[in-house]
């Protein structure tokens, strides 16, 4: 699955001449960790209310999203191939118009608010599903996330898990030359979370960290991931957040995913 | 009207179990007897505004109708894009609840102060304005907006406000209700806490004898089209509004009436001066500062 969602995406971001790939390649195995083994969800009925919900915060790295979707039933593959259009549901940023997705996402800091008002609803109504956020580390600038950890936090809310994609490279520069987060896991234990750090490309790993649940705490998985991760020319290069792929660099990353994945 | 609209949302949530009551760690003497009674649909959010509305806009995801209440300008301006992103383009049944409106809350400050809110609900497709203008258009608005559950500012004054209607009236997004019949072909059109102000105008000052007066505390972008009609009855139409008057009430008027210059010529507006931004006083002191004077 983590293949598949590589090739779509660096296919859609050369065809769209869109940015993010890095962002894209550093959430893929997360993905198919989550919709592979995790996630409980009927790709013909996407608003069943025993749906696991899942945001992504970073909806800049859509392309991974709307890719896992479709290899999951929710629509077909060769939909992608209208990313980027003119009035295609498939926009840059992440998109409700999508089956399967829960929230329009693009500005930051506002996954994790939404995804607390999710988990709290199924606290009220007495529901059993979880609720899954997927954010960048640079999102963690936004305050919002704070505020909804505090939230979380004081009521309890253990269906929540907020997952930090720590590819530890942002916008500009560096996270550490930006905003520095350490000490990370100091922080969310600090704000009431359980906390478990994971290789981030390690399938096994991720699917452990998945399924924890600690009684009466929301859950943050701290993925270390590499942006770009299985192309040696995109890893941890700032320029992947913006490029978009030609035509020949395009056939060498897809070429070096045979290897990568072999 | 702070009082009515927590007492309509109590009795309404006796029936309704999918209304939830967010408060902005405001509502002092108003909001307990909701927690009270409903003490699994009651959040104190916090000091923490982008938050409550990113969360009610979720909680709203899953259902719930959301009401979210603070002081104007706190679930207004302080979290305007969660209100733009998570609660208007998702279509999320949340009503911003902001007491305070206009300068009822004078002498705490510019901070306190909310003139410029309906500029920014205004701007969002989608969203409903319901802004009464006395305790029994509260109500009225308040039922509407849960029977018609949708993304919706209700701005509210706060406490002692007359009773202006005879009963409670029938409201409807875009239309205007008749409060006094007046002789002259000319009215006063009001919306929020100014019609308490029109009202006056008209019963003591000369140069508005004879005026009908009229509320519309239902309105947004989605409802100008019914204007030009509703203006071409009259000869002449003043509104009123405590709010400034760029991207206020009046100005949404004149925006109905683009392609009707005949009836553009018959509207004129008062609002607030944006002299009274950062003059601090009483409600009344500061609506005569801004030219909101009787």
Same mark, same amino acid.
């Given at each position: ?262 | 009207?702070?009082? =009515?609209?927590?007492? *309509? ?18 509502? #002092? ?24 509305? %990113? ?5 709203? =995801?899953?259902?719930? +109708? ?13 979290? &305007? ?20 409106? *206009?300068?009822?809350? %004078? ?10 809110? #309906? ?13 009464? %203008?006395? /305790? ?12 018609? @559950?949708? @993304? =919706? ?8 406000? !007359? ?9 409807? !997004? ?29 019963? +003591?000052?000369?140069?508005?004898? *004879? ?5 519309? /505390? ?14 071409? &009855?009259?000869? +002449?139409? =003043? ?10 009430? *009046? ?19 008062? &609002? ?23």
């Amino acid at each position: 699955m983590a293949e598949k969602i590589r090739r779509h995406a660096i296919r859609m971001v050369h065809l769209a001449r869109a940015s993010h790939i890095g962002s894209a390649l550093s959430i893929s195995d997360i993905l198919a960790v989550l919709y592979g083994d995790i996630l409980n969800y009927d790709h013909k009925n996407p608003l069943d209310s025993e749906r696991d919900r899942f945001i992504l915060s970073k909806g800049h790295a859509c392309v991974a999203l709307y890719a896992v979707l479709a290899e999951s039933g929710f629509y077909e593959a060769s939909d992608l191939e209208t990313y980027g259009n003119d009035y295609s549901k498939f926009m840059n940023h992440v998109s409700h118009s999508v089956p399967g997705v829960e929230f329009s996402t693009g500005s930051l800091g506002h996954g994790l608010p939404y995804g607390v008002g999710k988990a709290l609803a199924g606290k009220i109504s007495q529901l059993t599903f979880r609720t899954y956020v997927l954010l960048s580390d640079g999102e963690l600038d936004e305050g919002s996330n704070w505020e909804a950890l505090l939230f979380a936090a004081h009521h309890g809310l253990d269906a929540l898990v907020a997952i930090v994609d720590y590819n530890k490279l942002q916008s500009l520069t560096t996270v550490s030359g930006t905003l520095g987060l350490e000490p990370l896991v100091d922080k969310f234990r600090a704000f009431g979370c359980d906390v478990i750090e994971v290789d981030g490309h390690d399938h096994a790993q991720l699917k452990l960290a998945f399924s924890a649940r600690y009684p009466g705490k929301p859950l943050v998985v701290i993925a270390h991931t590499t942006k770009g991760k299985g192309i040696s020319f995109m890893e941890n290069k700032v320029e992947w957040h913006y490029r978009s792929p030609n035509q020949e660099e395009m056939m060498i990353a897809l070429s070096e995913l045979e290897f990568y994945h072999a | 009207m702070r009082n =009515s609209f927590i007492e *309509g949302l109590i009795s309404r949530a006796a029936v309704l179990n999918n209304i939830v009551l967010v408060v902005g760690d405001l509502g #002092y003497s108003v909001v307990e007897p909701f927690a009270k009674r409903f003490p699994d649909r009651f959040f104190n959010a916090g000091v923490a505004e982008q938050n409550m509305m %990113g969360m009610a806009a979720g909680l709203a =995801s899953e259902g719930f +109708h959301v009401f979210v209440y603070s002081i104007a300008n706190f679930p207004t301006f302080r979290c &305007a894009e969660q209100i733009r992103n998570d609660v208007v383009y998702h279509r999320n049944a949340v009503t911003i609840v902001a007491v305070g409106g *206009g300068l009822a809350y %004078g002498n705490l400050g510019y901070s306190h102060h909310a003139v410029q809110d #309906y500029a920014l609900m205004r701007c969002m497709p989608g969203m409903l304005i319901a802004a009464p %203008g006395d /305790p029994l258009e509260v109500r009225c608005c308040l039922d509407y907006l849960i029977d018609n @559950p949708q @993304p =919706s500012y209700l701005r509210i004054g706060k406490a002692g406000e !007359p009773v202006i209607h005879q009963r409670v009236p029938l409201v409807e !997004p875009g239309r205007w209700i008749e409060i006094i019949k007046g002789n002259s072909g000319k009215t006063l059109l009001c919306t929020g806490a100014s019609l308490e102000i029109a009202k006056r105008w008209i019963e +003591h000052l000369p140069q508005y004898a *004879g005026y009908s007066l009229h509320s519309m /505390p239902l309105w947004g972008m989605m409802h100008k089209a019914l204007q030009p009609t509703l203006v071409d &009855a009259w000869e +002449h139409i =003043s509104t009123v509004e405590d709010h400034l008057r760029d991207g206020g009430f *009046g100005s949404w008027l004149l925006e109905s009436l683009s392609g009707y210059p005949n009836l553009i010529s018959r509207i004129s507006v008062k &609002a607030l001066d944006p002299v009274v931004c950062g003059m601090v006083g009483k409600q009344q002191t500061l609506n005569a500062a801004g030219g909101l004077i009787g």
